[in-house]
């Protein structure tokens, strides 16, 4: 949901955007994206998430 969340975000900004032909506010945003993405990846709790999706595909596919 955070994927479709983004894409309405961004078309939103798209569609209603005061001035289209000023490219600044779609700079802002993505910059805004961005920096809430690496948080997003710097934040333990999503690396411990990861390494729980890890533990259960080791469970879950045979191994040697």
Do not use: H
């Amino acid at each position: 949901w955070p994927a479709a969340a983004g894409l309405l975000a961004f078309t939103t900004l798209e569609l209603v955007n005061a001035t289209p032909d000023d490219p600044s506010t779609v700079a802002i945003a993505a910059l805004v994206y961005s920096v809430a993405t690496f948080i997003g990846i710097s934040c333990p709790i999503s690396n411990m998430i990861g390494g729980e999706y890890r533990q259960l595909a080791r469970k879950a596919l045979p191994g040697p």
